[in-house]
């Protein structure tokens, strides 16, 4: 199963110059590792969040986006009064659109939300939309975050950039056998990004694959979400294999060779077999 992956400069000349403290392994990639934030009077819910981050925050963002009137990120947000309904906060306000038939939120181009979803939002505000107390994390585990602030929904269920994040593989073993492509996997900016979250990579982000001779055999390239896939449903060479992501003049590689090409199941919001958590891009 995967093992850390160490960072290295290319061998081409002109990778040489770049600065040496690019050098640095995987472990140093950043001054620390994120940690949880404390609960405070303006945290949220840990289940209220959820579905705010899966369902709203790609237009409710902070900046908003496509026409959205304000953001729906943290308890403040929610409590501020709307400019467009006076006497009403946003949080009552997302409440009405959420049962709005006529022009509901999200809005028709998007998944609705399930009743529960819709249930839980509506109970929390109508008990005065109280402070989160989701607590520490447990032990061992860190933080998980959306930089794109962008997650896929259930209306792209037959597009490659479906599921980021998600163990892709064993997932079309099991419903779609015919596109279980054997190397099937996503590349993220850091290593603890949330199940679902879209990953845009680099323009130039590529994924190696390595024969057990360091030859490099595929060249696969991230979509826009992130994942990339090789188009045979078995490799074309001798298995073991190694990995390495190429973007921006430098080099994320595997330590150890691997046998299975379905690289999200190690690979994991939190880090499985002994991964440091998602695949990341130099």
Request: hydrophobic letters at 35%; proline letters at 11%; a neutral charge.
């Amino acid at each position: 199963m995967p093992t850390p992956w160490k960072s290295s400069l290319s061998s081409s000349p002109w990778k040489r110059l770049l600065p040496l403290g690019l050098l640095l392994p995987w472990v140093a990639c950043g001054d620390s590792e994120p940690t949880a934030p404390d609960p405070g009077p303006n945290a949220l819910p840990c289940d209220v969040k959820d579905v705010l981050a899966r369902r709203c925050a790609q237009c409710h963002a902070s900046p908003p986006t496509s026409g959205a009137p304000a953001p729906l990120l943290s308890r403040a947000d929610l409590q501020k009064g709307s400019s467009l309904y006076p006497g009403t906060t946003w949080g009552e306000r997302s409440v009405a659109r959420m049962k709005d038939s006529g022009a509901p939120m999200p809005p028709t181009s998007e998944p609705s939300l399930t009743h529960e979803e819709r249930d839980l939002i509506e109970h929390w505000v109508q008990a005065g939309m109280p402070a989160g107390s989701c607590g520490a994390l447990p032990s061992g585990q860190v933080a998980t975050s959306c930089g794109s602030g962008s997650f896929w929904t259930d209306s792209a269920q037959t597009s490659a950039t479906m599921a980021p994040g998600l163990a892709c593989r064993d997932c079309h073993l099991r419903l779609a056998p015919d596109r279980a492509y054997f190397f099937m996997g996503t590349v993220f900016p850091s290593f603890h990004e949330k199940d679902a979250c879209n990953a845009p990579p680099p323009a130039d982000a590529r994924v190696e694959i390595l024969d057990s001779a360091g030859r490099v055999q595929l060249t696969l390239t991230p979509n826009a979400a992130g994942n990339f896939l090789s188009a045979g449903l078995q490799p074309a060479f001798a298995l073991p294999y190694r990995a390495r992501v190429t973007a921006q003049g430098r080099v994320r590689e595997m330590n150890t060779l691997q046998r299975s090409g379905d690289c999200n199941t190690c690979h994991t919001e939190q880090g499985n077999h002994d991964a440091p958590g998602r695949i990341v891009w130099p």
